[in-house]
């Protein structure tokens, strides 16, 4: 079975539940393994590889790999989304199904984790 974490990592934030967009793009950086420094907004990504949301890993390439992923992606929200965002309440993310476990980062920070994880992993 595949694991994967997934820092996401949001500058301002993602979509307010009134008037949502999608704000994400469907490509996304990726990299197989697992190191705490790839949580953290400043890491340099720029050599990691690039993968499609809402596609398997295995059909991208990494057929024969089982194990730790991340995926990052940086999303810039405009002074008026903010506003939108405070006035409504927050933000929302939805992601669809993610194969047994995972961790979601907001600026190096954890904001949620479902699926199940030894306890080092959720302690950031």
């Not at 006035?87 to 993610?98: D, H």
């Amino acid at each position: 079975m595949k694991r994967g974490l997934i820092p996401l990592f949001l500058f301002l934030g993602l979509t307010p539940v009134l008037d949502a967009q999608n704000l994400l793009k469907p490509v996304w950086k990726f990299n197989t393994g697992d190191n705490s420094a790839w949580a953290w907004p400043a890491f340099d990504d720029s050599s990691w590889d690039s993968i499609v949301s809402g596609t398997t890993w295995e059909s991208q390439g990494y057929a024969d790999y089982d194990g730790f992923a991340w995926y990052r992606q940086e999303v810039f929200i405009t002074g008026t989304w903010r506003k939108r965002a405070e006035k409504n309440g927050g933000l929302v993310l939805k992601l669809a199904r993610i194969d047994d476990a995972d961790v979601i980062y907001f600026n190096g920070q954890i904001l949620g984790a479902t699926g199940g994880f030894p306890p080092e992993y959720l302690s950031a």
